[in-house]
């Protein structure tokens, strides 16, 4: 098993930058990517981007040129880095692991609120 743990997050005007963290503990010998999703009310969970321990990464379009994910693999934690940031950014986050798939998410945190309002 997987534990996952949010920090960061918050409110922020639009434009604005604001990061959030991930902590891995337990088996995380098995992890291969990592990564954030989120959630917007009333809308599908989706992807934010991933990154596999050997450092490939994908983002979701809307967040491309923005949006920095990264990751330490001695700390076993994940970063978001998120800039310029766009009201329809507010979502709940959830850090994700992989064991094989980076699309395919194992793991999941209980999510952090990012709000991006003026």
């Known amino acids: 098993q997987v534990q996952l743990v949010e920090s960061g997050g918050g409110l922020v005007h639009p434009g604005g930058s604001l990061s959030v963290s991930c902590a891995a503990s337990g088996s995380i010998f098995s992890i291969n990517a990592m990564g954030w999703y989120r959630q917007a009310p009333g809308e599908q969970r989706e992807l934010v981007a991933t990154?596999?321990?050997?450092?490939?990464?994908n983002y979701a379009d809307s967040v491309k040129g923005r949006f920095t994910i990264s990751r330490d693999n001695v700390k076993n934690t994940v970063h978001l880095q998120m800039n310029s940031l766009k009201p329809e950014d507010t979502a709940v986050y959830y850090c994700?692991?992989?064991?094989?798939?980076?699309?395919?998410?194992?793991?999941w945190g209980q999510g952090t609120q990012v709000t991006v309002s003026s």
């Open positions: 990154i596999t321990s050997g450092g490939s990464t």
């Open positions: 994700t692991a992989a064991i094989i798939n980076w699309s395919s998410p194992d793991y």
